[in-house]
């Protein structure tokens, strides 16, 4: 089963980039989106109702803002917005589906950059995301997240990491919670595959043309909890898909 999460900073705007003809070539079992930036009503029948997929969107009260959907081939059997906080679920930034034999998050992170109120906010969520993920594995629930969590953890993930040590989305705060991921049981997977590989990046700033130089950041994320690892055959980017400053990624789950 081939899972693939990607923020298209804009599901409109990525459409218009060939993002249904994508979705074809690449034909995932199950596709998640964050950054939708539209409500249902903004959306046309091509993009709500691909064929053979049945889709799950949630969208913020803000317009043209954050926003997430799912795309999957095999139904769920339930599915569910937020993370249950009134704080956090304003924002169209969670959904989670479970399959019966796993749980699956879809969540699009906040991002800090605007200011250290937002930072504070950003770490809010995470906490109320752990506690909610944690209560899950401990009743024995197999547990995947993906997304865009707007956090790079080690130097190895982003190209100039002294450059970029005061600025959100590497501050020392925000990593510290990449850690207790891990201590709560969330393995990244790309790296429990490929410790020590560099230069893979998530995403590329559209200001400086970095991905043409491959100046990027690791930003985006498929976990798996510690117990159910070794379900994971493959995790990996596809960083030659364009169509928005991130690229997708993908694991391939073993049935």
């Known amino acids: 089963m081939r899972l693939i999460s990607w923020n ?13 003809d994508t979705v074809k070539e690449l034909d995932p079992d199950i596709l998640c989106i964050q950054e939708t930036k539209a409500s249902v009503d903004q959306l046309d029948d091509s993009l709500l109702n ?10 913020a009260e803000r317009k043209g803002y954050s926003g997430t959907c799912v795309y999957t081939k095999r139904e769920p059997v339930s599915v569910s917005y937020g993370l249950g906080e009134d704080e956090f ?6 959904i989670e589906l479970d399959f019966g034999d796993f749980i699956l998050y ?24 752990l506690k909610k993920v944690k209560k899950q594995m401990d009743e024995g629930r197999m547990v995947l997240v993906c997304g865009d969590v707007n956090t790079a953890h080690k130097e190895i993930d982003l190209s100039n990491p002294k450059a970029n040590s005061k600025i959100s989305g590497f501050l020392p705060e925000e990593r510290v919670y990449m850690d207790h991921f891990a201590e709560t049981g969330l393995v990244d997977t790309f790296r429990m595959l490929y410790p020590d590989v560099t230069e893979k990046y998530t995403w590329w700033s559209y200001k400086t043309f970095a991905r043409d130089r491959n100046v990027g950041w690791r930003i985006d994320y498929f ?6 690892k070794d379900r994971i055959a493959e995790s990996e980017m596809l960083s030659d898909v364009m169509g928005s400053d991130h690229c997708p990624i993908y694991i391939d789950l073993k049935e």
């Open 8 to 20: 298209v900073n804009g599901i409109r705007a990525v459409a218009k980039k060939g993002f249904l």
């Open 50 to 59: 691909i064929p053979g997929y049945k889709s799950y969107f949630s969208s």
């Open 89 to 94: 679920d304003h924002e169209g930034r969670t």
């Open 106 to 129: 879809n969540i699009y992170f906040p991002n800090g950059g605007r200011g250290p109120e937002v930072v504070e906010f950003k770490l809010r969520f995470y906490d109320c995301f």
């Open 223 to 228: 976990f798996i909890d510690a117990s159910h």
